[in-house]
């Protein structure tokens, strides 16, 4: 009989399969669940985004898994733009099923089986799950001087999820520099490059960071967070073009495909920067009203410029505890060993959820609760 081994048996549990009990203790609730543990969007998709979906509705044809020629130029524009990332062309960019579909398949689809691929001391789940299913080495690192050199793959994420922590300059730099000695690819995970908050974050491809050479430069991007297209899987990859062709190759064969309807509202979504600046505009309203509500209830805010994400400690209480701290008052957060050991002590909680439930949530956070004497009752005070 043939003998084989689930590839999910050499994965980590799902994170979130974890938290279930603590969910159902925060739904328990009177005021029911306020989820801040996932950084989905609750705000509606901008109209011209919807109509140019529903105009292309009735295409019967298969896609180019390249993107159309005026997606591709509009992503080149849209990054220029945006981000200062200039040196682009056509055949330097791709769109991609959603960041994290390219993220998870990104070890395996440039051939690195067997290898070292670096990810952040604190990280998005999804660079160590990419790597072991690559059958890759994972090495925790956030500094290129102790980087082992035999890397094939180094994952950068800034701004970071979940700590909101923004590079500088210098060190993304110091990265670049390290795969040009080693021979490494840097890929930069900058799904939140435009949610800056205390600073502005800036692009792996930035003249500044690549010198204006992007051999060996990736950079991935998303339209889930500021443009609400989480529920149409749209991303993009840009750099090294070489590389970005090497992908096209594997991902034609693969059948690695963006929907023909998705890459129109890809179109409307990268040529409009107004939708996206209201949406920051809104983040950046909850962040403040959760940041003072959080801070007030004794927690410590780390980090935290930029993202959607306060990264957050309590004195006394590790990530789990004070999880359970939040879902006694029906928040659901997510806990920072998600993340890695380093992420032990703190939370990451969301700024993804409506107006009325931040405001609910704020309540809940700055309700002081105060033992009644001898009768050891609780009570609350608004």
Partial sequence: ????????????????????????TAAAHPGGLIDLSVGGPVDPVAPSIQLALTEHAAEPGYPQTAGTPELRRTIVDALERRFGIAGLDTESVLPVIGLKEAIAWLPTLLGLRGQTVVIPEVAYPTYEVGALMAGCTVQRCDDPVTAPTDTALVFLN????????????DELRAWVEFGRETGAIIASDEC??????????????HPEVSGGDNTGLLALHSLSKTSNLASYRAGTIAGDRDLVQELLLVRKHA???VPGPVQHAMVAALADDLHERLQASTYAMRRAALLKAL???GFTIDDSDAGLYL???KDGLNSREALDWFAERGILAAPGDFYGPAGADHV?????ASDEQIADAVRRLTAQETTAGDAGQETTAQ
């Avoid at 800034?158 to 300059?169: C, D, E, F, I, L």
């Avoid at 990451?348 to 993804?352: E, F, I, N, P």
């Fill in 158 to 169: 800034s701004p970071s999820n979940p700590t909101g922590r923004v590079m500088g300059t």
């Fill in 192 to 205: 939140y490059l435009g949610l800056g908050w205390a600073t502005q974050p800036v692009s792996l491809l």
């Fill in 348 to 352: 990451r909680v969301a700024l993804t």
């Fill in 255 to 257: 059948g690695l495909i």
């Fill in 311 to 313: 990264w957050c400690r």
């Fill in 1 to 24: 009989m043939i003998q084989r081994t689930p590839l999910g048996a050499s994965l980590p549990a799902f994170p979130w399969d974890t938290i279930a009990d603590v969910k159902a």
């Fill in 295 to 297: 801070t007030g209830a």
